[in-house]
């Protein structure tokens, strides 16, 4: 299963950052775990040697912004899941959480293995409250635990069938509303990236939002996508265009500035790049309310601090366009 690679051109473009279309510097994330843990069954005391090679927690949006590989996307995206869905609250995972999260998918393998009749009942707050019942009984120990994040998208062919691995480079959080992380995608070189604009934001504005709505992912959940062409793959992981308007400025109480658009979005959007009509990014999309029909941006401004505070420069540069 791959999906269709770059097009090679004669020609490089000096100093315009911009990709030919934001779809293509725009990539879908998900945040995972791996790692071992040894599984006690309660039913006989007998100890399972599990290996998690691969146990999704999270997923969200992203977009490249420099062409040797530096990608935005939201702090949420690759925060703790658990605090986030349960008390709200952004922060950075901790050893602690990474040996909760193999703890967790350790005990669903097991389980496929050693208790099968359980798994087709078994609901995500159920898994939840096993593993802290296995976790105080001495029951699971995750011996080794890494946090893992994988990126797919048409910038990087291939990738629908073997992502590309990131690492964090550094995130905000709730205490300081810095809704925004700064990935890091290695090896990777004259990659399409979008041009961040810091302009002033004008309410009434046109914007565009770019990412990867569940909704996108499930008109194919039905579908027999085995051995499917590159066309079609290339369409999986390729981000969904929204439009709309900027509907109004709110600045929080902490003087964080948020802009609120009609854009229809939904929660696999999230970190996704806001454009204006040059394809520049002004802000990165972080919270959404669906039913509402409203969802709220941070302005770039947010991303070039926190790129400055890590020594990454976003003007300027060269690239190879699609």
Not at 6 to 13: D, N, R
Not at 115 to 136: G, K, R, V
Not at 168 to 188: P, R
Not at 198 to 207: A, D, K, L, P, Y
Request: charged share 15%; glycine share 8%; aromatic share 10%.
């Amino acid at each position: 299963m791959i999906i269709l690679g770059l097009l090679a051109v004669a020609a490089y473009i000096i100093y315009h950052p911009a990709a030919t279309s934001p779809q293509n510097a725009t990539v879908f994330i998900v945040s995972a775990v791996s790692g071992a843990a040894q599984v006690t069954d309660p039913t006989d005391n007998k100890t399972y040697n599990v290996t998690v090679d691969y146990y999704g927690i999270s997923a969200g949006s992203g977009f490249i912004i420099t062409s040797d590989g530096y990608i935005a996307t939201a702090a949420h995206v690759v925060g703790d899941p658990w605090e986030i869905t349960n008390n709200g609250v952004i922060r950075k995972m901790t050893d602690d959480d990474l040996k909760y999260y193999v703890d967790k998918a350790a005990i669903y393998i097991f389980l496929q293995k050693a208790h099968p009749e359980m798994i087709s009942s078994l609901n995500e707050s159920q898994l939840d409250t096993l593993t802290n019942q296995f976790m105080a009984a001495g029951a699971v120990k995750a011996t080794n635990y890494t946090h893992n994040i994988y990126i797919r998208g048409p910038a990087f062919p291939e990738s629908a069938s073997n992502p590309v691995e990131a690492q964090l480079v550094d995130m905000g959080n709730s205490d300081t509303e810095m809704d925004v992380a700064l990935l890091k995608v290695n090896k990777a070189s004259r990659l399409p990236y979008l041009p961040i604009s810091n302009q002033q934001i004008t309410v009434g504005e046109n914007v565009r939002i770019y990412g990867y709505p569940t909704e996108q992912f499930a008109f194919y959940g039905d579908m027999d996508t085995e051995g499917g062409s590159k066309e079609l793959w290339n369409s999986i992981y390729t981000a969904s265009l929204t439009s709309g308007i900027v509907s109004a400025e709110r600045p929080s109480s902490k003087g964080t500035t948020y802009y609120q658009t009609d854009a229809a979005v939904d929660s696999g959007s999230s970190g996704g790049p806001v454009c204006n009509s040059n394809n520049q990014v002004i802000g990165i999309l972080v919270q959404g309310f669906e039913k509402q029909g409203f969802n709220f941006f941070l302005p770039s401004k947010y991303i070039t601090e926190l790129c400055k505070e890590n020594g990454v420069n976003v003007g300027g540069g060269s690239f190879l366009p699609f």
